[in-house]
């Protein structure tokens, strides 16, 4: 009995010994070698010319995205840390506007103010967490985003000054919808992402 | 003397060192000696130009990002090849161009004398042989036959057992014998 094809292949030792004794079995061998050499010595195929600039150009770019990313992680974190102190700010020195208490004897003009802060405030935490989202998604466009997040922190921090030192509810509304379109270009910016293609 | 290339090429130990701190030169050098193999086993294995030069991107970028894990204990040539064939199944199978077997087909496919002649003697052109084979066929043999991996090995890169391996082998020598005897009739009756 003669070695099968798949015998052939891969040789074991049962098979070594039956090639030994048997001349058609080293003759199929043979055959399945020249075969072998001739896969073996395909010729090397050309790389493409500009094939070391795509090489680099595309490690710096993956260089460049992680570094990104981790500003981003950073910036994650203190925005987070921003939201919550302002809502800390918001509960302790704002009690009647947090809880919609609104004093009686305010007038209808303070009312007005009061319900527009109110709404503004609720916007904003919408949108806040549809960039949260974003955020988690990485679906942010780069350039776009660096600007915004320090225009949006130097917002961030002077609500948080406006609540601390009392400001009228003109400045607070004014930086509350400062606010709020910051975060809808960054949205916006996320809606149309630069497809970077090396 | 002969001289080396593709993979057998060496390279200074002191290249190697220099790419792990960084500099851009040595990494360079690295591209230039081996990418012709790189980009070689990858179009052999995808026959696409482009899924080829992404591999090789791909593969050269992951080697400049994890250079620092190659500790020397192998050849570097055999670290980068590995990633390289890593990188293109990975691609052929993210492409759904995987044609799976059963477990029993191997029983199915009775020997059918492959080997009872050295067939490939009439072909002048072999690569255009091995395009006419499934990506998965070429894949395997070229894996099998040419880079010397075993049938565990190949199914630990497909995700399959080593009966897909071989019985994938079994059908790429099935079918080069087919291509081989088809052109034989035509140059015969060129005759």
């Known amino acids: 009995m003669h070695l099968s094809d798949e015998q052939l292949i891969e040789l074991d030792s ?34 493409p010319e500009n094939g070391w600039l795509r090489v680099s150009q595309a490690y710096q770019f993956q260089v460049e995205q992680q570094q990104a990313r981790k500003q981003v992680s950073f910036w994650r ?58 955020l988690m998604l990485n679906h942010l466009d ?20 406006a609540y601390i030192q009392r400001l009228g509810s003109d400045e607070k509304v004014q930086l509350w919808q400062q606010r709020q379109r910051l975060i809808e270009q960054l949205l916006e910016s996320a809606k149309r992402p630069e497809i970077v293609k090396i | 003397m002969t001289t080396k290339i593709g993979f057998q090429q060496e390279l200074p130990e002191e290249v190697v060192e220099q790419a792990k ?25 995808c026959d696409q130009t482009t899924m080829a030069q992404d591999v090789m991107q791909e593969s050269f970028v992951k080697v400049m990002r994890r250079i620092e894990s190659f500790r020397g204990d192998g050849r570097f040539a055999s670290w980068l090849k590995q990633i390289v064939i ?16 059963g477990e029993d087909e191997l029983l199915k496919s009775e020997s059918k004398d492959l080997f009872n002649q050295s067939w490939l003697d009439v072909c002048r052109d072999l690569d255009s042989f091995l395009s006419r084979l499934s990506t998965t066929a070429r894949a395997v043999l070229l894996l099998h036959e040419v880079e010397g991996y075993s049938h565990r090995e190949i199914a630990n890169l497909f995700g399959k057992s080593e009966s897909f391996s071989k019985i994938t082998l079994f059908r790429a020598y ?14 015969n009756a060129l005759k």
């Open chain 1, 77 to 134: 974190f203190s925005s987070f840390a921003l939201v919550a102190s302002l809502s800390l700010v918001l509960f302790f020195l704002w009690p009647s506007e947090k809880a919609g208490q609104l004093d009686q004897s305010m007038s209808e003009n303070q009312l007005a103010h009061s319900q527009k802060l109110k709404s503004l405030i609720e916007q904003n935490d919408l949108l806040q967490q549809q960039l949260n989202r974003q």
């Open chain 1, 14 to 47: 049962n098979a070594r010994s039956h090639i030994a004794d048997c001349h058609q079995c080293q003759q199929k061998i043979a055959n399945l070698e020249n075969l072998r050499q001739r896969l073996r010595a395909l010729p090397e195929v050309p790389a």
């Open chain 2, 86 to 101: 890593h990188e293109t199944i990975n691609r052929i199978r993210s492409n759904n161009r995987i044609h799976l077997v």
């Open chain 2, 174 to 187: 099935a079918a080069l014998k087919q291509l081989a005897e088809k052109q034989q009739e035509r140059q």
């Open chain 1, 142 to 161: 780069e350039a776009n985003f660096k600007r915004l997040q320090v225009e949006l922190s130097v917002v961030d921090k002077a609500l948080q000054q």
């Open chain 2, 21 to 45: 701190r960084g500099d851009m030169k040595a990494f360079e050098q690295i591209y230039r000696t081996y990418a012709n193999a790189c980009y070689s086993v990858a179009l052999r294995i």
